[in-house]
């Protein structure tokens, strides 16, 4: 029985939806600039579809891909063999994993990666250009990051943000990982948490609030996702 449901719990991704996340990486930037252009030529209803297949291995509808091959039929096929990627230590050993953990008060504040050590190296392929990786600690953005899960983190040094992505942030005291959106004031974003369900009285418990993009200090894109297994 225990067996039984450790295999109900086994994602199981389809070979075309590995193969979609390899043209994807591949394609990028020239058959298509990004996510947004890319839903609407598959007609998605949302650029999060195209995000949780490519950071969270949710498997393609076999339509889709169809449409994605015959669509980008002469990049695909003019594509060159996978070349070796010119940060080849980072290829080879991985990114850098360094350990985190949550304040006693339970308040998301994560300490400075600059002061730690590395705890080990995460290597698989989609996270070649990413800098490090840091667990996540906390509820906020549950159910796209569960608590305890690993994150491959890319470094955004000029500070565009493309509203609607989920970015570890460090700015005044604070670091956590906050879906940002688009705010009517261009010099701020809101910092949103997917976790809508938790109430406090009647207030939501992780409700958005407002950052000056200036008072950022660090951000970082998150790229891929590693989730624990289920025992």
């Known amino acids: 029985m225990e067996n039984s449901e450790k295999a109900a719990k086994i994602k199981n991704v389809r070979p075309e939806t590995l193969e979609f996340i390899i043209l994807y990486n591949q394609l990028k930037g020239k058959a298509f600039s990004g996510n947004a252009q890319l839903a609407e030529a598959l007609g998605f209803n949302s650029v999060s579809s195209i995000t949780e297949i490519i950071k969270s291995r949710q498997n393609i509808d076999p339509e889709k891909f169809r449409i994605f091959k015959e669509k980008y039929k002469d990049y695909i096929e003019g594509v060159a063999p996978v070349a070796v990627p010119t940060r080849v230590s980072k290829a080879t050993d991985g990114i850098p994993m360094y350990e985190i953990s949550a304040t006693a008060s339970g308040l998301e504040v994560y300490n400075d990666i600059n002061d730690m050590q590395a705890v080990g190296r995460m290597n698989f392929p989609g996270i070649e250009d990413c800098d490090f990786a840091l667990p996540v600690w906390g509820h906020s953005m549950y159910p796209y990051l ?11 040094h000029d500070k565009k ?4 992505e989920v970015y570890y942030i460090e700015w005044g005291d604070y670091r956590m990982y906050k879906r940002l959106l688009q705010s009517s004031n261009p010099e701020e974003v809101v910092a949103h948490s997917d976790n809508t369900t938790e109430m406090v009285g009647n207030q939501l418990k992780y409700a958005p609030f407002t950052i000056k993009i200036a008072d950022i200090k660090k951000l970082c894109l998150v790229k891929d996702i590693h989730k624990k297994h289920n025992h």
């Not at 569960?146 to 955004?156: D, M, T």
């Not at 943000?161 to 609607?164: A, D, R």
């Open 146 to 156: 569960e608590n305890g899960c690993w994150v491959a983190l890319k470094i955004i």
């Open 161 to 164: 943000i493309l509203p609607g």
